[in-house]
């Protein structure tokens, strides 16, 4: 099924460690995003990327970088864990420059100790 | 900047009851609006759309810019439409889109 593929589905690391998020997208959808979303606060946009080779800071960018080699892949590292990133995290794209909506990845749980 | 509120965290009817999920916005342009449901377990899918002017679900949005309201209705609702709804708020042409924080539908048997 297209669409887009999130991995891992869940994991538990030690605060400090170094993590990488992986989203793939099938669509050959321009733009892409990375949210995270805790109770209480709804979806909060970390980084984007308007195409490939490009990207932005969202609302809540500190602690995460992101990188747009080509434009299926677009990778979530968090260098240095704290528990406070603990959340669930949503990758999804959109055809970016028209008024499309967004596809949403099945999400990674994320639960750093 | 544009601002999306949804007033209501959780929201319960019973099975049967009109519900009406509420949305406003802050945004000086011509927006484009959506709503999305999270079901149990699933990932986030797009309801419908203001542009689209159609029913999905039973579930109706109409674009309000006197009030700057969008907000979502459906005149019986039943247990399966229980899921988190969020409503978005996108800039004309530029992809990212604005969520407000989610509201938790319960229908009740």
């Known amino acids: 099924i297209a669409g887009i593929t999130q991995a891992p589905t869940s994991q538990i690391l030690a605060a400090g460690r170094r993590m990488t998020l992986r989203c793939t997208q099938d669509?050959?959808?321009?733009?892409m995003y990375w949210y995270r979303q805790d109770l209480g606060l709804g979806l909060r946009l970390i980084h984007y990327?308007?195409?490939?080779?490009?990207?932005g800071k969202g609302e809540v960018p500190d602690g995460y970088s992101v990188s747009r080699a080509n434009t299926d892949d677009f990778p979530l590292t968090l260098a240095s864990a704290v528990p406070s990133q603990t959340s669930v995290y949503f990758c999804?794209?959109?055809?970016?420059?028209?008024?499309?909506?967004?596809?949403f990845g099945d999400g990674t749980r994320l639960s750093i100790l | 900047a544009q601002r999306v509120t949804q007033p209501e965290k959780l929201l319960s009817v019973f099975k049967g009851a009109p519900v009406e999920l509420k949305c406003n916005y802050s945004?000086?342009?011509?927006?484009?609006l959506f709503w999305y449901v999270q079901y149990s377990r699933q990932r986030l899918q797009l309801l419908l759309r203001?542009?689209s002017r159609e029913s999905i679900k039973g579930f109706t949005a109409d674009l309000n810019k006197g009030e700057t309201s969008f907000h979502l209705k459906k005149p019986f609702a039943q247990e399966e439409d229980s899921a988190m709804y969020y409503c978005?708020?996108?800039?004309?042409?530029?992809?990212?889109?604005?969520f407000g924080d989610g509201t938790t539908l319960t229908v009740k048997p």
């Open positions: 203001h542009i």
């Open positions: 978005a708020l996108l800039k004309s042409g530029a992809g990212k889109s604005t």
């Open positions: 999804a794209s959109s055809e970016g420059d028209s008024n499309q909506p967004q596809h």
């Open positions: 669509m050959r959808h321009n733009a």
């Open positions: 990327s308007n195409t490939a080779g490009t990207t």
């Open positions: 945004y000086s342009g011509s927006p484009e």
